[in-house]
Structure formats: structure tokens, C-alpha cells
């Protein structure tokens, strides 16, 4: 008996067939499949998606932060519609108009000298091209990661990634050495004064020369670190981490992936600080998703290596032309429509909200961020800093965290939660009203946390 027979007895796609089809047959990211039980969504449009019953959810967490623009951006959809009405796939061996253009767009907003561009699937695939040229540039293996990273889940950006969902895929690649993250609100050494972790090269050079620099190929990092708790580096700590680079000879790779493009207020967030790197990743925003897309660009001098060194690497959609077309129009629509300025707007009223939510809810011990890429840590004791839940190797959200985003979602507000840190980050085309319905919401539901706090 199938599906269509069990439910109904009609091939009409009702939410109760969709639920039990997707129950039966897809397998669900970071998920003990007999404990899924995912809504059916029925569309999308600017910050806010429903499901088949009506209830409408604004994105705060624009999914996977990658709808930057949010859901069916009428230009990329349209663009998408183009380029399929053209020619939906050609080889990557081939020139071909889409993935020329975003090339030579990517050139033009990227700082400093990064230039060339290799067209991937998304980060993960991005990340493992980025190891593999910097070891074939540099002639050494050794790569260093920190442990509050998420760099992708296929077998190279795991072993980059230092969370605990790397647990699962041990052992991994070779050769990846970790340091700490500059974790001010919870620093590793207890903030010395100056502090090697949270100064950057200090603790960079000390692990060097444990591990001997004339065997590191590279660094990699996410230039603010992303799912694990939303951590800015303070001032200076980026230049730092550079200029050691720069003294043994090491690639610095900048792994924008959700920082990039527009999420900070800048088209990346390596701008906030002036640091380049010599390779940068970007996915998510860079097309908001809409087609599978990723890229990993490189600075002038990789470029001139590449001329005269074969690349060992390729995918069969490397620049797709649909992917690339997807791209073109993104960044068109974010040039056209002022997103940075309406990121770095909502942004600052985001952050003034959550500034007066502070003044109310005793469970709110950090507030972090720029342009719209924001993270609540919630805590139960300001003084101690204590988390308000337990660290869950898994970094789920355990109860009261789980109650808070239920109870948020109950009110039509969308968020996510890793352990004790709220991950804020609505499509860069929210508006003002849109930003205090959030607000208000959280004001609301945060009282759950006050409440787990004073227990505690």
C-alpha cells in the first residue's frame, strides 16, 4: 500500500500526504528520524512563509541565514525563469554568460585584490577546494581551525569544523590543529591582560611553533563565527591573526559563508575590520539560496599561480548557469534596493530593542552583533555568566530554550537556538514593522527564560 492509498485514497498533495510521503521517505538533517515532524510549508513571500493552515511565520532566522532577501524575490525568480528559457546547463569547461558575470561582479565587490572565482554547490564544497589549493600553493598539509566553527558536513569541511558534530564523522582528514576562539564574553585563559586568545596572534604563533609553520598551509576561519554562539573578534584581533599569516608564509582563509554578503551591513565582514584574505568563501547569501551555489575566490598572487599550475579540482556544477544566474540577480536587486543601508537600519533598531528587552529580562547576558546578524545569549545569573542551559554536545536547544522558540513560533515568530545563544537573523529586507512585531514577541516569550533563571 502507498502513501497516496493510506492517505485520502487521492494523489491530490494535501499536508497530511506531504507530511506522511516526507515521514516515510526524506531523511532530515541532524535528526533521529523517528523524532522528525516538519510542518508542511505552502509558500513564502518577503520576511514571512505559512503552512497549509494559515499560520504565517515571520523568518527571523531567514532559514538557514542564507534567504538574505527573503522568500521568491521576484527578480531572482524571474532571472531564474530567464536563464532556464536560455540554456539550463552547460559543462564547466565551457564559457557561458551567467557565471562569467557573477565572476567578474564577485571581482568588483570583494576587497582588496581577491579576484578569481571558482563556482561551487555551497560552503562545504567551497571549504574543501580551499584546503586542497592552499596545501597544492603552499607545498604543506597542516591546517588550522578553531573549535567554535562550522565549516560544512561533507568528510574535509568536518574535519575543519570544530563543533561537536564532528564527534560523528572521527576520525577525519589529517592534519587540522585547532585553537581557541576570542570569545570575549567567555574567554578560554580568563581575559589576561593583553589576552593571547582574544588578541589573535599570540595564541596563533605559540600553537605555530609547536606545530612547526613551515608545515602549516593555511588558516581558516569564519571571520565572525556563525551557528556557534554568534562571536564577533574584538578590534585588532583579525589584523593580528594577518600578520602572522604574513610572517610564515601561511593562506588565510576567511570563511564568509553566512557573514558574506550584506548579513553585517557590509557586502563581507572581513570589511569592518580592513583585513582581506587571501581566500574567501561565500555561499547562502550570495543567491539566497534559491539554487544550490557556492565560491571560493582567490587574491591576484593564487590567481598568477593558477595560471602556470594546473587547479585539481572541478564539480559537475561548477557555475551552473541557472545557480550563477540566481547570483547575477541577487546582487543586482542588492544594489538596486539599498539592502546595505536597510541592513544596517534594521539592524540598529534591532539592536536598540534588544538593548531595552535587557533592561527587562534578567535571563539576557549578551547581546551581539551588526547589520542583522544579532545573538541573544541567555543566561541564568549575570554575575556568574552561567549558561541558562547546559552545554548539549548535539548544540540543540535543551528546555527552557526549546519552550522559548516553541512558544515564539506559537506567536508567529521563527528562531533557532545553539544551547544557550538566540541566533537573530531576518532577511536583510525586513522592515521596521516587522522588526517590532519581533521585538515584541520576544519580550513576551522571554519571560519563560526569566522564569528558568530564577530557578535555577
Same mark, same amino acid.
Given at each position: 500500500m502507498t502513501i497516496t492509498d493510506r492517505v485520502a485514497g487521492t494523489n491530490e498533495w494535501t499536508a497530511d500526504r506531504i507530511k506522511a510521503a516526507d515521514r516515510e521517505y526524506v531523511i532530515h538533517s541532524w535528526s533521529t528520524q523517528g523524532? %522528525? &515532524?516538519?510542518?508542511?510549508?505552502? #509558500? #513564502?513571500? #518577503?520576511?514571512w512563509f505559512w503552512d497549509y493552515d494559515g499560520n504565517r511565520y515571520l523568518d527571523f532566522q531567514s532559514q538557514l541565514v542564507n534567504m538574505n532577501l527573503g522568500h521568491q524575490h521576484p527578480r531572482i525568480v524571474e532571472a531564474i525563469k530567464e536563464q532556464a528559457d536560455r540554456m539550463c546547463y552547460i559543462g564547466p569547461n565551457y564559457a557561458e554568460q551567467s557565471r562569467a558575470e557573477l565572476a567578474e561582479l564577485i571581482a568588483g565587490l570583494t576587497p582588496g585584490d581577491l579576484k578569481m572565482t571558482f563556482f561551487t554547490t555551497g560552503g562545504a564544497a567551497a571549504n574543501e577546494n580551499a584546503i586542497r589549493l592552499a596545501r597544492h600553493v603552499t607545498g604543506r598539509h597542516k591546517i588550522v581551525a578553531r573549535y567554535r566553527s562550522y565549516h560544512g558536513a561533507t568528510a574535509g569541511a568536518m574535519a575543519l569544523t570544530g563543533d561537536p558534530r564532528r564527534w560523528a564523522a572521527e576520525p577525519s582528514s589529517f592534519g587540522v590543529v585547532r585553537m581557541f576562539d576570542p570569545y570575549t564574553y567567555r574567554c578560554p585563559v580568563g581575559h589576561p591582560d593583553p589576552c593571547p586568545v582574544c588578541s589573535g596572534g599570540p595564541h596563533l604563533e605559540e600553537i605555530l611553533q609547536y606545530e612547526n609553520p613551515d608545515t602549516v598551509a593555511a588558516v581558516v576561519l569564519e571571520t565572525v563565527t556563525g551557528t556557534n554562539g554568534l562571536i564577533y573578534p574584538p578590534e585588532g584581533y583579525l589584523r593580528s591573526i594577518r600578520e602572522v599569516c604574513d610572517k610564515y608564509g601561511i593562506i588565510l582563509i576567511f570563511d564568509e559563508v553566512m557573514a558574506g554578503f550584506g548579513r553585517t551591513g557590509e557586502w563581507f565582514a572581513c570589511n569592518h575590520w580592513d583585513v582581506t584574505p587571501d581566500i574567501l568563501i561565500t555561499a547562502k547569501g550570495l543567491n539566497s539560496g534559491y539554487v544550490p551555489l557556492g565560491a571560493m %575566490? %582567490? &587574491?591576484?598572487?593564487?590567481?598568477?599561480?593558477?595560471? %602556470?599550475n594546473k587547479f585539481w579540482g572541478g564539480l559537475t556544477y561548477a557555475g551552473h548557469p541557472l545557480a550563477c544566474a540566481s547570483g547575477v540577480a541577487s546582487i543586482k536587486a542588492m544594489q538596486d534596493e539599498n539592502i546595505l543601508a536597510n541592513t544596517r537600519e534594521m539592524g540598529e533598531r534591532l539592536g536598540l530593542g534588544l538593548e531595552r528587552l535587557a533592561d527587562r529580562h534578567v535571563s539576557i547576558g549578551d547581546i551581539r552583533g551588526r547589520g542583522l546578524f544579532y545573538g541573544l545569549e541567555l543566561v541564568s545569573d549575570r554575575g556568574t555568566r552561567e549558561p541558562l542551559v547546559p552545554f548539549n554536545a548535539t548544540g540543540a536547544a535543551a528546555a527552557p530554550m526549546t519552550a522559548l522558540v516553541a512558544a515564539a513560533k506559537k506567536q508567529g515568530l521563527y528562531l533557532s537556538a545553539n544551547n544557550n545563544v538566540l541566533r537573530l537573523t531576518p532577511p536583510l529586507v525586513i522592515t521596521g514593522e516587522e522588526i517590532d512585531f519581533a521585538v515584541d514577541v520576544l519580550d513576551k516569550v522571554l519571560t519563560l527564560a526569566d522564569e528558568a533563571a530564577e530557578q535555577a
Amino acid at each position: 500500500m502507498t502513501i497516496t492509498d493510506r492517505v485520502a485514497g487521492t494523489n491530490e498533495w494535501t499536508a497530511d500526504r506531504i507530511k506522511a510521503a516526507d515521514r516515510e521517505y526524506v531523511i532530515h538533517s541532524w535528526s533521529t528520524q523517528g523524532s %522528525v &515532524n516538519a510542518t508542511p510549508i505552502a #509558500g #513564502g513571500e #518577503g520576511s514571512w512563509f505559512w503552512d497549509y493552515d494559515g499560520n504565517r511565520y515571520l523568518d527571523f532566522q531567514s532559514q538557514l541565514v542564507n534567504m538574505n532577501l527573503g522568500h521568491q524575490h521576484p527578480r531572482i525568480v524571474e532571472a531564474i525563469k530567464e536563464q532556464a528559457d536560455r540554456m539550463c546547463y552547460i559543462g564547466p569547461n565551457y564559457a557561458e554568460q551567467s557565471r562569467a558575470e557573477l565572476a567578474e561582479l564577485i571581482a568588483g565587490l570583494t576587497p582588496g585584490d581577491l579576484k578569481m572565482t571558482f563556482f561551487t554547490t555551497g560552503g562545504a564544497a567551497a571549504n574543501e577546494n580551499a584546503i586542497r589549493l592552499a596545501r597544492h600553493v603552499t607545498g604543506r598539509h597542516k591546517i588550522v581551525a578553531r573549535y567554535r566553527s562550522y565549516h560544512g558536513a561533507t568528510a574535509g569541511a568536518m574535519a575543519l569544523t570544530g563543533d561537536p558534530r564532528r564527534w560523528a564523522a572521527e576520525p577525519s582528514s589529517f592534519g587540522v590543529v585547532r585553537m581557541f576562539d576570542p570569545y570575549t564574553y567567555r574567554c578560554p585563559v580568563g581575559h589576561p591582560d593583553p589576552c593571547p586568545v582574544c588578541s589573535g596572534g599570540p595564541h596563533l604563533e605559540e600553537i605555530l611553533q609547536y606545530e612547526n609553520p613551515d608545515t602549516v598551509a593555511a588558516v581558516v576561519l569564519e571571520t565572525v563565527t556563525g551557528t556557534n554562539g554568534l562571536i564577533y573578534p574584538p578590534e585588532g584581533y583579525l589584523r593580528s591573526i594577518r600578520e602572522v599569516c604574513d610572517k610564515y608564509g601561511i593562506i588565510l582563509i576567511f570563511d564568509e559563508v553566512m557573514a558574506g554578503f550584506g548579513r553585517t551591513g557590509e557586502w563581507f565582514a572581513c570589511n569592518h575590520w580592513d583585513v582581506t584574505p587571501d581566500i574567501l568563501i561565500t555561499a547562502k547569501g550570495l543567491n539566497s539560496g534559491y539554487v544550490p551555489l557556492g565560491a571560493m %575566490v %582567490v &587574491n591576484q598572487r593564487i590567481s598568477d599561480w593558477l595560471m %602556470v599550475n594546473k587547479f585539481w579540482g572541478g564539480l559537475t556544477y561548477a557555475g551552473h548557469p541557472l545557480a550563477c544566474a540566481s547570483g547575477v540577480a541577487s546582487i543586482k536587486a542588492m544594489q538596486d534596493e539599498n539592502i546595505l543601508a536597510n541592513t544596517r537600519e534594521m539592524g540598529e533598531r534591532l539592536g536598540l530593542g534588544l538593548e531595552r528587552l535587557a533592561d527587562r529580562h534578567v535571563s539576557i547576558g549578551d547581546i551581539r552583533g551588526r547589520g542583522l546578524f544579532y545573538g541573544l545569549e541567555l543566561v541564568s545569573d549575570r554575575g556568574t555568566r552561567e549558561p541558562l542551559v547546559p552545554f548539549n554536545a548535539t548544540g540543540a536547544a535543551a528546555a527552557p530554550m526549546t519552550a522559548l522558540v516553541a512558544a515564539a513560533k506559537k506567536q508567529g515568530l521563527y528562531l533557532s537556538a545553539n544551547n544557550n545563544v538566540l541566533r537573530l537573523t531576518p532577511p536583510l529586507v525586513i522592515t521596521g514593522e516587522e522588526i517590532d512585531f519581533a521585538v515584541d514577541v520576544l519580550d513576551k516569550v522571554l519571560t519563560l527564560a526569566d522564569e528558568a533563571a530564577e530557578q535555577a
